[in-house]
């Protein structure tokens, strides 16, 4: 089953073999995930305005072997809308809590895009819980170029007055490789389910780079960065800091790489999965 039915049937019937999990987050929000197989833990968060389902051609691949579970952050897909707690240091509080609701002993955490800085913090903050840390595009926190700043705040004004349209635009600028229009509309109506108001609070907190800055000497685990084109040099900076981090180009690859091209993707994680695993 390609990415695009697989997609739609999980946004109608549920992910085949999938079920679904509420919590309650510390601050009293319900947070949504889902999960399948059984293994060794291998846990997906996505990034902004983006649900679980994003995650759908790694759920079916790698649930032949381990237990995978993906979540949907506060303010998306399923998990309750919110004004509270729209940081980056939150919702890595989530990913804790999320992880000591499974009952999880040393998994592997892939976070992408601004689910990656949020697993960048919260692996910062929980050394030695973590057996490996898988990034995706993940902004590192790295200052913001002049011309950076002008984008973002022009960005932040689209989604503020034309939240259709640009979450329109955003969904095709996520993808290098052709898809159906059915299935980028899909992603489109999930990621309106996060409100106005808490898409921009979010992005205005990923923008600051205030407080989740991160200790990256303390992340004395195995890590694999996965980086389009574009983000390559963000890589390159993290690759700085971190000791050991592996790097791998996505060339001609969107930013949801792991969507836009699974069969590049997968067997670049398996084999990091299958490294960490095997010791």
Request: aromatic share 10%; hydrophobic share 45%.
């Amino acid at each position: 089953m390609g990415p695009f039915f697989a997609l739609l049937l999980f946004l109608t019937c549920g992910a085949a073999g999938a079920a679904d999990g509420f919590f309650t987050a510390s601050d009293g929000v319900t947070l949504h995930y889902v999960e399948q197989g059984s293994g060794p833990l291998v846990a997906f968060v996505p990034g902004w305005t983006m649900g679980a389902s994003i995650w759908q051609a790694q759920l079916d691949f790698f649930s032949a072997r381990d237990h995978v579970a993906a979540l949907d952050p506060r303010c998306q897909g399923l998990s309750g809308k919110t004004a509270q707690g729209l940081t980056v240091e939150r919702r890595a509080q989530d990913i804790a809590e999320w992880l000591d609701h499974l009952k999880a002993g040393p998994c592997v955490l892939v976070g992408w895009s601004m689910g990656g800085s949020e697993a960048l913090v919260y692996a910062a903050a929980h050394p030695g819980r973590l057996a490996g840390l898988v990034l995706v595009d993940a902004p590192p926190g790295m200052p913001p170029s002049r011309a950076q700043i002008v984008k973002r705040e022009a960005l932040l004004g689209r989604v503020g007055t034309e939240r259709v349209k640009e979450t329109n635009a955003f969904v095709r600028w996520m993808f290098q490789k052709p898809h159906p229009e059915e299935y980028y509309d899909a992603i489109v109506q999930q990621a309106l389910k996060t409100p106005t108001d808490a898409a921009l609070a979010l992005l205005r907190d990923l923008y600051a780079v205030r407080g989740w800055k991160v200790d990256y000497a303390k992340i004395q685990i195995p890590v694999l960065c996965f980086a389009s084109e574009s983000y390559y040099p963000q890589g390159l900076w993290l690759q700085k800091r971190i000791p050991g981090l592996r790097l791998q180009e996505m060339k001609g690859d969107g930013h949801a790489l792991f969507a836009d091209d699974p069969k590049g993707f997968n067997p670049r994680l398996q084999d990091f999965l299958s490294q960490i695993q095997s010791k």
